[in-house]
Nanobody, 125 residues
Framework: QVQLVDTGGGSVQAGGSLRLSCAASGYTDSAYCIGWFRQTPGSEREGVATIYTGSGDTYYADSVKGRFTVSLDNTKRSLYLQMNNLKPEDTAMYYC??????????????????WGQGTQVTVSS
């Protein structure tokens, strides 16, 4: 029933910027964890940036701190990832994801229960 539709991926040159969007629907929870994960071929999905709506706390992977910003428009139920100063190492399939169970720790980047279909980000040098 929960649906996450992520869009906004594309191809950019190193140093450029890109903004990903995720349209979320099918839930009524007001406090939950939602964010972005990414995966490259041959690698496991890894957490990029998450936000816990109950407190507004955000969490970032060390590799993207200072460059990426995650935000949520709770009224529109839209999640965003502003990516600045992109590097070739950021090339990956990016997924919007959400977790609603009470014992989920948003800072641990464990695999959430719901996922978007993914949007490809390619950064060239």
């Amino acid at each position: 029933q929960v649906q996450l539709v992520d869009t906004g991926g594309g191809s950019v040159q190193a140093g450029g910027s890109l903004r990903l969007s995720c349209a979320a629907s099918g839930y009524t929870d007001s406090a939950y964890c939602i964010g972005w994960f990414r995966q490259t071929p041959g690698s496991e999905r890894e957490g990029v940036a998450t936000i816990y709506t109950g407190s507004g706390d955000t969490y970032y992977a060390d590799s993207v701190k200072g460059r990426f910003t995650v935000s949520l428009d709770n009224t529109k139920r839209s999640l965003y990832l502003q990516m600045n100063n992109l590097k070739p190492e950021d090339t990956a399939m990016y997924y919007c994801a959400a977790a609603f169970y009470t014992d989920y720790d948003c800072s641990l980047f464990a695999a959430p229960g719901y996922w978007g279909q993914g949007t490809q980000v390619t950064v060239s040098s």
